[in-house]
């Protein structure tokens, strides 16, 4: 009953039974089906059954779009000598219109398939047969991932064959009874098996290994095992002790103690489980049923949640599930289950009710496995783990064929490189003694390998450690020192099409007079909750509105508590996981943390405003082991509480602060002094910031003014301006290679607003914008290279993004981010840690209540397997200094080198080749688009000349007889 509470997408779907026509009728099933298989499997293409013969060993093939009653003269597929036990279509037929089958038998053989597309028309013959060694074939299974990898279980062995050289590969015996079935994880790095001997079984089937063993279904009836997707799960079903039916949840990390274990009824029949990994639907079916179970798949307690289950008038034989990209989506069909009955095969679409279906409902369809292999059976072997690429499923966006055959079985023979054995006939042995090959007519190979490549996978897995950016032979450069303001403008960048610009020089693009931007469709996602810290204790939600909440460096976070003595947990992002309840060292101040914040330049070295002072930590190496009571350095000026730092953005052991005390102050921590102290404030100082160059201070205060100083020259501010209005709080950031300041403050009417202003002129703002209303200051962190502005409060629940430009409209709205609770507050990480192939230009950490998750943003791209240079420029190198804290004192300007994000084995897109233009369309502003009005004239009269034909055929008045004149007499 849990699913009442639960916030579902598909809980509300049901199945929607077609009417008897929309059945697939009048064909053979056989009444007693005894085997571990299903019985049904069917791809994008073909639908496969096994057919009512007296040996068994026929089966039915229909095309997927079959529907009424089957011709009895149709071609069946005369597969073996004896009894087919199970069969399945390769999963990799995305642009063929023919499936490869591979089917096993009790005559001890595996045989593999080519169905030609639509109906057949003769039955095909075998392109191979594998054999087993004396014992009959119990379920067939093709590998997730790998190209032309199949397993099957035979007696108390898993083998896996590479079907592409007709080679077995691996043999696991590790079993003392027979193999009921098994389940490839998704990435076919492992699979599980069930057992008769009452155990279930995790195996590496490369290493001929055992890795986790459960004591499994207490009864030696028909037990089946499947594997949840990418979920760390497994589930069983099958009987206990008291010969009722049950499944068990599993952990294939730990199986000595099942997660969960659920008694369904007392029925007798096998139960034949079907799950799709993209929406979490489970069904289970039991044979001779006349119901289907539909459970909702879930990580947490009570993992399967039962939702509407379906009744239905016949007996269940056999159950099979559609594949995601055969789908009618744009009905709301989110699953197909083919339910094999009594002469007939009935389609169960499962559909989500919304209120139209005009447009396709993007939360229904996640992206789907694309129907490519990940790899081919060499690097599967060689140790490979790839996950097969995703594909959306809105009609728009979907992949069109490529020129050359991409999956979806063997190549044409001619396309291979190795040699292709002479024909011959079909062997069939029935009982074969020893393990061979038959060669055949044709011979399944694996494809050319460059007709596809291997792409990343768009499922949701935990981020890998960024691999650190080449770094080019430039240096840190000196740029002109006290100089006007004008001169810390950067130098003109090249044209927008070069690879190496710097993002803030880049031009808005405009599409039709209206300014757009390339990150305008970006998305946020919450990575995996494996990379989760849970269960933060006492977590400090009543800071100064002038602190951020918490901060993050690539190494540890930095998190406030709310006990006594000023305390501060520092978390390592290397050690994602539970946190226990008590005994977490901390940072301890002795009184009332205001701010804190990482130097950029050391991840191990915290600066902390205590009331007046500020107290610097260094934190050891691998993580805080206990409690430290002593800073290294403690720093005091200040005469009232310090309510905002910031370090220096290019000189290390430089430190400013802003006190209640009306000044700034600026500090060099090796010589552990104050050098500079900033007047001119009349009020409570907000924020401040450094300029990217770090020669220029910008502060907003509560007096309601701007003001930008210049340290080293004078300790009063050079430029004034008027700011956001009120008391209630405001930030400061530069942008665009400081030519520009955003600031968020609150409007006249308690509106939170961003403001832009000219760097060089303070009077006015470039352009306001409001956001919402909320009681909350919204947090602003600036990403030079893109120019994006992310946007954020405290208790907020989305973040807000613009690209902040130097011409008209001045920001640009992008993407605004939606989470299903409040957060207090988020984090951003250098550049350097962001995966560029998978077009990720942000990464931080989000902190809620109770737990730290990490956040991609990321660009939807087509062409993934380029490096991106129109969406990454070089990049400055912001997490190493480019001068010490004397050379900057002396005047020195230097900054940091920049650097290029492009991995070595990734070609920049601008090298990409050129497609063809489209055809022009008719724009209404572009007028070379126009039609001149005899152009619409020759259109139209060919267009109505097209549908009207010329007809010498007689009028109808023309063939009535008339009447002679004497009849008109009477």
């Known amino acids: ?215 499994g279904h207490q009864n030696v009836r028909d037990s089946r095992v499947l594997w949840l997707g990418e979920k760390d799960m497994l589930l069983s079903v099958g009987f206990s002790k008291m010969r009722e039916r049950q499944y068990i949840v599993w952990d294939p990390r730990n199986m000595g103690q099942p997660l969960a274990t659920e008694t369904l009824d007392s029925n007798t029949g096998p139960i034949m489980p079907l799950y799709d990994a993209d929406t979490g639907m489970l069904f289970l079916a039991g044979k001779g049923d006349s119901a289907v179970r539909y459970f909702e798949v879930t990580s947490k307690h009570p993992y399967l949640t039962e939702c509407q289950p379906h009744m239905s008038s016949e007996q269940v034989k056999g159950v099979a599930l559609v594949p995601k990209r055969a789908m009618e989506v744009m009905t709301g069909e989110v699953n197909r289950v083919l339910l094999l009955v009594h002469q007939a095969i009935i389609p169960l679409p499962y559909i989500v009710p919304r209120k139209s279906y005009r447009d396709f409902h993007e939360d229904l369809y996640p992206d789907t496995a694309s129907g490519q292999p990940a790899m081919t059976a060499q690097e599967w072997m060689d140790g490979g783990n790839n996950m097969v690429t995703k594909v959306s499923l809105d009609p728009k966006r979907r992949p069109a064929a490529p020129s050359k055959q991409s999956g979806g079985g063997p190549p044409p023979a001619a396309a291979s490189t190795r040699p292709v054995p002479p024909p011959s006939k079909p062997v069939v042995q029935a009982k074969p003694s020893t393990q061979k090959v038959e060669p055949v007519s044709s011979v399944p190979v694996e494809p050319v390998k460059e007709d596809r490549k291997p792409q990343p996978a768009a499922v949701q897995m935990p981020k890998p450690a960024a691999t650190p950016a080449p770094a080019p032979a430039a240096s840190n450069t000196e740029i002109p020192a006290k100089t006007s303001s004008k001169d810390t403008a950067t130098k003109e960048s090249p044209t927008e099409e070069s690879a190496g610009q710097k993002g803030s020089n880049r031009k808005s693009v405009f599409l039709a007079g209206i300014a757009t931007s390339k990150f305008r469709h970006l998305k946020c996602t919450t990575l995996h909750r494996s990379t989760h810290i849970v269960n933060i204790r006492n977590l400090n939600m009543s800071l100064f509105g002038e602190c951020d909440g918490f901060h993050a460096n690539p190494d540890r976070v930095a998190v406030p508590l709310s006990v006594t003595g000023g305390q501060i947990a520092v978390y390592e992002v290397s050690q994602p996981g539970r946190l226990p309840d008590t005994g977490v060292p901390t940072v301890q101040n002795g009184t009332t943390v205001m701010d804190f914040c990482w130097d950029p330049f050391s991840t191990h070295r915290l600066a902390v405003a205590a009331d007046a002072s500020i107290n610097i930590w260094n934190i050891p190496e691998g993580g805080l082991t206990e409690t430290l009571t002593e800073p290294e350095i403690c720093l005091r000026g200040h005469e009232e509480k310090i309510y905002c730092m910031k370090f220096h953005p290019t000189a290390s052991d430089i430190l400013a602060s802003a006190s209640y005390d009306m000044s700034v102050r600026v500090w060099d921590l090796s010589a552990e002094q104050q050098v500079f102290k900033l007047r001119g404030h009349t009020d409570q100082i907000f924020s401040l910031a450094w300029s990217p160059d770090g020669q220029y201070l910008a502060t907003v205060c509560k007096d309601g003014s701007i003001r930008i100083y210049n340290p080293r020259d004078t300790t009063r501010p050079l430029r004034e301006g008027d700011g956001p209005a009120g008391a209630r709080g405001a930030r400061v950031v530069w942008a665009c290679d400081g030519k520009c300041l955003a600031v968020t403050g609150f409007g006249r009417s308690s509106t939170r607003t961003v403001f832009v202003f000219n760097a060089e002129d303070l009077s006015a703002p470039l352009t306001t914008v409001d956001i919402d209303e909320s009681p909350t200051i919204l947090v602003p962190y600036y990403d030079e290279d893109s120019r994006v502005l992310f946007l954020t409060g405290k208790g907020d629940s989305q973040i807000f993004s613009y690209e902040v430009s130097t011409e008209k409209p001045y920001l640009i709205e992008l993407a605004t981010t939606a989470f299903n609770s409040p957060h207090q507050g988020v984090s951003f990480l250098p ?140």
């Open 831 to 970: 550049k350097k840690m962001c995966n560029v192939k998978d077009v990720e230009f942000a990464q931080g950490y989000q902190l809620n209540k109770t737990t730290l998750e990490p956040l991609s943003f990321t660009v939807p791209r087509i062409k993934m397997e380029y490096f991106q240079d129109d969406l990454f420029p070089d990049t400055r190198a912001c997490w190493e200094p480019a001068m010490t804290a004397q050379e900057w004192l002396d005047g020195g300007n230097k900054v940091q080198r920049t650097i290029s994000l492009r991995p070595s084995d990734m070609k920049p897109l601008s090298e990409a080749p050129k497609e063809a233009p489209a055809p022009k369309k008719y724009e209404s502003y572009n007028p070379e688009t126009y039609k001149t009005d005899e152009q619409k004239k020759e259109e139209l009269m060919r267009a109505m000349g097209s549908k009207l034909e010329l007809k010498g055929d007689p009028l109808p008045q023309d063939l009535f007889e008339g009447v002679d004149d004497d009849e008109w007499d009477d």
């Open 1 to 215: 009953m849990a699913f009442r509470f639960k916030a579902s997408k598909y809980k509300n779907a049901a199945a929607k039974v077609p009417k008897k026509d929309g059945w697939i009728t009048d064909i053979s099933v056989p009444r007693g089906l005894s085997s571990q298989g299903n019985h049904i499997k069917a791809n994008c293409h073909h639908i496969a059954y096994n057919y009512d013969s007296p040996g068994g060993n026929i089966l039915g093939i229909l095309p997927l779009n079959s529907i009424g009653r089957q011709d009895k003269s149709t071609p069946l597929l005369h597969a073996h000598a004896d009894s087919v036990t199970d069969f399945d279509f390769s999963p990799f037929d995305a642009f063929s219109e023919t499936s490869l089958l591979a089917t096993g038998s009790q005559d001890c053989s595996v045989k593999l398939w080519t169905i030609p597309s639509g109906p057949l028309t003769e039955s095909p013959s075998a392109t191979a047969t594998l054999t087993a060694p004396d014992r009959r074939v119990e379920s067939v299974l093709w590998h997730p991932a790998a190209e032309n990898i199949l397993g099957f279980s035979s007696d108390r062995s898993v083998r896996i064959w590479d079907v592409g050289t007709q080679q077995e590969a691996y043999v696991l015996e590790d079993h003392n009874d027979l193999v009921q079935s098994f389940s490839w994880k998704e990435d076919g790095s492992l699979l599980t098996t069930s057992c008769k001997d009452k155990k279930v079984r995790v195996l590496d089937p490369r290493a001929g290994s055992t890795v986790q063993t459960g004591e």
